[in-house]
């Protein structure tokens, strides 16, 4: 189902996936609350 979606990057694994999210999460401070992050943590425009 995500063949469509995926880049030229791989798909990645869903225990990978939580990781970075809970990483990103952990990074974050209560002013971005509300904010677009990317998995890596890098804020997306809105």
Not at 24 to 39: A, H, I, K, M, R
């Amino acid at each position: 189902l995500s063949a469509p979606f995926v880049g030229p990057e791989r798909a990645r694994p869903p225990a990978e996936s939580a990781a970075a999210v809970l990483r990103v999460l952990d990074g974050l401070s209560p002013t971005q609350s509300g904010g677009f992050f990317n998995w890596d943590g890098r804020e997306l425009p809105w």
